[in-house]
């Protein structure tokens, strides 16, 4: 029955906490609360205490304009932020004489709590790529099932397991997954890095020497941008195809909103070429190849050739990098 007025709760921020997105009751809004610094009585605190204490009224004070409560989508998103990934659970302590039910109960909690936390822990980009794989494995499963059914009514034997690898989808079917799955991750990378200037494919190669020289080069040359050259670029996950066409590379990076995108392919060492790593580097923009070289492995190791790799693209970004 206390007058709106009247001073009667009264909040104390014992840490850093700021005023917009704090996760606290609206009308803790409503009255400008007291900041204690690591928890230490202040004058200003005792004093209240005092007068609280004796029976005075004290009159709450109204925030100020600019300590307005955010909105509630602003609020919810520092809130997320403010929260983190969920904490690692303790393992159930061992259990009393004939409590191993509940044990079990309290294990099988645990599991799912830490699985849970793992989820939590993982980068938002690694969490949209394992969504998008688990639908995709139920949908397979769904087929699979169907089809199951299907072969049991018509009294057909059951599908071995290569059959059911080979065909639980038609050509057609799986091309338009595929080409889903593509498209999904695409969007993904879009949200996450889109509008740097410069996007990177992450290189590809073929046999396995290639494939480790691509792998090597990709690693050492992002680790050089960032360290040496100070270029955080967008990074598309999908490798492309030996065969892939510079209308399908720009168009990578006319999705990641870039001026600039490089692409990478290693082939493997023959009779008539040593090991080898083809660079390309495209303007989206003008929608045209800019600049190519090949590095020859040997004599040049995968660092050399990555730290060369980002001096050529520091030099050819950089109007890119400076208007950004």
């Known amino acids: 029955d206390l007058a709106d007025d009247i001073m009667f709760l009264v909040p104390i921020v014992i840490d850093d906490t700021r005023d917009a997105g704090a996760r606290v009751p609206e009308k803790f809004f409503s009255v400008q609360w007291l900041r204690v610094s690591e928890g230490k009585a202040t004058a200003a605190l005792t004093e209240l205490a005092q007068k609280l204490a004796a029976g005075d009224a004290v009159a709450s004070t109204p925030v100020a304009a600019s300590s307005a409560p955010a909105s509630d989508r602003s ?14 659970p303790h393992f159930p302590a061992f259990p009393e004489p004939g409590h191993r039910l509940r044990f079990c109960y309290n294990l099988i909690l645990w599991g799912g709590h830490v699985l849970l936390s793992l989820w939590g822990h993982l980068p938002k980009f690694l969490r949209i790529v394992a969504a998008i794989f688990i639908v995709f494995n139920l949908i397979t499963w769904a087929f699979r099932e169907s089809k199951d059914a299907k072969q049991t009514d018509e009294g057909q034997p059951a599908p071995t397991g290569a059959q059911i690898m080979g065909h639980i989808l038609t050509p057609g079917e799986k091309t338009a997954v595929s080409g889903a799955i593509e498209s999904a991750l695409g969007a993904a990378a879009e949200v996450l890095q889109s509008g740097r200037p410069l996007a990177v494919i992450k290189f590809n190669g073929e046999g396995d020497h290639g494939k480790t020289l691509a792998d090597e080069v990709f690693s050492q040359f992002l680790k050089s941008l960032k360290e040496e050259a ?5 990074v598309s996950p999908m490798q492309l195809k030996a065969d892939a066409t510079e209308a399908e590379i720009i168009d990578r990076g006319t999705r990641l909103k ?3 995108i490089l692409s990478g392919f290693s082939r493997a060492a023959t009779a008539d070429h040593p090991l080898s790593l083809t660079a390309k580097l495209y303007d989206v923009k003008l929608a045209k190849l800019i ?10 190791d995968g660092t050399t050739i ?4 980002a001096i050529e693209v520091e030099k050819r970004t950089a109007p890119a990098k400076s208007a950004d």
């Open 306 to 309: 990555a730290q060369r790799l």
């Open 258 to 260: 870039s001026q600039f």
């Open 230 to 234: 100070k270029i955080e670029p967008s």
């Open 291 to 300: 600049w190519i070289e090949t590095y020859n492995a040997p004599p040049a």
């Open 75 to 88: 609020r919810r998103k520092n809130r997320a932020a403010a929260e983190g990934p969920p904490p690692f």
